[in-house]
């Protein structure tokens, strides 16, 4: 993004006039009627992110927001967009999508306050809810439809009573994780939702941890977009105190419950948000907290959709202290009165952690964050105070303390966990990702053989790796003795290889691909040699007998033959069909894979390049390049005793 279009924290973006001095919601250009809104709700002055992005947004830029957990990024576009709704009413107006249900509740809530004055319909599309009573909602043209990805493809696909297609804008909060493959992936889904709402629309993007999806992002802001960056030395608030506590992987619960202990003790009101990394973790520990009568309630994927709710409900209202959850709740849930985030895994991605711990130390309040930390997850912990730019402070507890709990612990946990088995708690979460695929549309069978089709490839990608590494390795310890095979297909025979093929020496021809007339070419490079290729073999496909010729006649050598394959971008062969394209590459691979040699290596299509890349593909991976054969010349091709 140039820098014409980014704003800085204090810069107040698209109102220069505005720097230097505190403006309140009425300079920013909002109407009185928002501004008397903002006003009931205790919203004084609008905060840095409010301040940049809200005039960008009345001016009709596209806008990224990003700007640290708790800092009012909510607002930062609802109250543009009311803006907006209040001067060309009409439904659907507005779409905003979020990754989780709970956030679209949120939003959705936030909206009808601040929109209350207009008579606002809002219509909240998530997962887990009837989703007839949703079709019957969106046919009714409301202003504003709040969603998760998932369950708004699934309404455009299956019906045609409401359409998004006059959008004016498309909201996308905590936008780097709708477009981050994670555990949910809504890649899919998206496609289907950009593929329905106009391309004349504002786009407005808002995130604590934007900047590394950027690229992608911008991708979907480009009507003047404007681009807003909290400029801050660290990426956590700094009401957060932030700590960790090194501890044994199996103690870490009774370590957890002298924390909590000491809490109740030393605080009246207190509420605490407990991380997990996954369902099961969750279940085990809300059940052992509750065992030692801490008042806590469980959120996790897991559990139906109403008692998700209901659980959020009772934490809020504080019912309930404790909320255990996994990262579920991580983004974007406004609690303010959570004064403790305890990670009970420490995350594997820096910004999980930010979000995690952005549950608290909201809107300016104080809030903690303690890390439980094992010898394992040290490097995580160096990685997370390099993205957030702090370094944890380590949290000293009394040790003598959790030792006298720590059998009691041990054995309550156990016990939570044998009960846990007893209700089939894994067996559950099995039926219930396969009502979650069938509700999706999926084929849960086709989706498990697809999962392990994709676990077998990645083995296999990663088995060649290995393979090639050991290659290096060996042409590094003997390059005299080692040889490159380098494979090069096109359908244009003038192309590859300048005219119909007569390779003499051992190798007449050599076929590979599906049965379809293509040629094949391979060249066989001598690092150590001064002039490439060696050997240069072709054929149309089909010469099965020939292939054979092939392989008998190269092998045994006494060399280490690595084989390079290579599909050229430019190449005929790359203009087909991609299905093709992969089909070759499979079954060159399955060729290569039969080779009697020593050491055959099949390297995956490479992307630059025309059939001539072949003989550039060794560069990457070998030295010295072979350089005075940048293409297949014709009548160059030399036979090579082997
Ligand atoms: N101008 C303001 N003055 C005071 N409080 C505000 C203002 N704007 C928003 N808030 C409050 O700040 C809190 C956090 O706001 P919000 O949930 O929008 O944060 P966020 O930046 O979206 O955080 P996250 O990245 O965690 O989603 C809310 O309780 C909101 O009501």
């Known amino acids: 993004m140039s820098s014409a279009c980014a704003g800085k924290q204090g810069s107040h973006g698209a109102r220069p006039e505005l720097a230097g001095r505190m403006a309140g919601f009425a300079e920013l250009g909002l109407s009185s009627w928002l501004v008397e809104q903002c006003r009931q709700l205790g919203l004084k002055q609008p905060t840095p992110v409010q301040l940049g992005c809200i005039p960008a947004i009345l001016e009709g830029r596209d806008c990224l927001g990003c700007a640290k957990t708790g800092s009012g990024k ?6 543009p967009i009311l803006q907006k709704l209040s001067e060309d009413p009409y439904g659907i107006f507005c779409l905003v999508l979020t990754p989780t249900r709970e956030l679209a509740y949120q939003i959705a809530e936030q909206f009808r306050v601040l929109g209350k004055p207009l008579g606002l319909k809002d219509c909240i599309i998530v997962g887990g809810m009837d989703m007839v009573a949703q079709a019957l909602e969106l046919s009714r043209k409301p202003h504003v439809v709040i969603a998760t990805p998932g369950r708004l493809a699934d309404h455009l696909r299956s019906s045609n009573t409401f359409s998004i297609k006059k959008i004016r804008f498309l909201v996308m909060d905590e936008a780097d994780r709708l477009l981050e493959q994670g555990c949910t992936d809504f890649t899919v889904d998206l496609e289907a939702i950009l593929a329905a709402v106009p391309t004349r629309r504002q786009t407005l993007l808002f995130s604590a941890t934007l900047t590394d999806t950027l690229k992608e992002l911008q991708g979907l802001a480009t009507n003047q977009p404007f681009f807003w960056e909290a400029q801050a030395p660290v990426r956590t608030v700094e009401q957060l105190d932030q700590r960790y506590l090194l501890v044994p992987e199996k103690v870490k619960d009774a370590y957890l419950v002298h924390l909590i202990q000491n809490f109740q003790d030393e605080h009246e009101d207190w509420s605490i948000i407990i991380f997990t990394n996954t369902c099961k973790t969750c279940q085990i520990l809300c059940m052992m907290l509750r065992k030692f009568n801490f008042p806590t309630v469980a959120l996790h994927s897991m559990m139906k959709q109403k008692e998700r709710f209901a659980a959020l409900a009772k934490f809020k209202s504080s019912i309930y202290r404790i909320l255990i959850a996994t990262d579920v709740a991580s983004r974007g849930l406004d609690i303010p009165t959570v004064q403790v985030v305890i990670n009970h895994n420490t995350p594997g991605l820096p910004k999980i952690y930010i979000h995690r711990v952005g549950r608290t130390a909201r809107a300016g309040r104080q809030g903690q964050a303690i890390t439980l930390v094992t010898q394992y997850d040290i490097h995580l912990v160096h990685a997370i105070e390099e993205q957030i730019k702090k370094q944890l402070e ?44 069938i509700l999706e549309g999926k084929d849960p069978d086709l989706e498990a053989k697809r999962k392990a089709e994709l676990a077998k490839i990645k083995q296999k990608n990663r088995r060649f790796k290995e393979k090639v590494e050991q290659a290096l390795q060996r042409q590094k310890a003997s390059p005299e003795r080692h040889m490159v095979m380098c494979l090069a297909w096109d359908s244009s025979p003038e192309r590859t290889v300048g005219g119909p093929l007569h390779s003499p020496g051992p190798a007449q021809s050599l076929s590979v691909g599906p049965k379809t007339p293509m040629l094949c070419t391979a060249q066989l490079f001598h690092p150590a040699a001064p002039s490439w290729p060696l050997l240069r073999a072709s054929a149309k496909h089909q010469a099965t007998e ?11 050598t006494p060399y280490t033959v690595t084989l390079v394959t290579s599909v050229g971008r430019a190449g005929g062969c790359y203009r087909a069909p991609e299905q093709r394209h992969v089909a070759c590459q499979e079954s060159l691979n399955k060729w290569v894979s039969q080779l009697p040699w020593s050491d055959s290596v099949a390297v995956g299509a490479r992307e630059e390049g025309s059939a001539t890349g072949a003989s550039q593909a060794p560069q990457d991976i070998m030295s010295p390049p072979p350089t005075t054969h940048s293409s297949f010349p014709s009548g160059q091709a030399q036979s090579f005793e082997l």
């Open 74 to 79: 909510t607002a930062a576009f609802v109250l």
């Open 394 to 437: 380590e949290l000293s507890v009394e040790e003598a303390k959790v030792l006298q709990i720590l059998t009691q612990v041990n054995v309550v946990r156990r016990e939570c966990e044998i009960k846990l088995e007893a209700a089939n708690f894994d067996e559950k979460k099995e039926i219930n990702k396969r009502k979650q695929l």
């Open 546 to 556: 020939k292939e054979r010729t092939l392989t008998t006649s190269l092998g045994p």
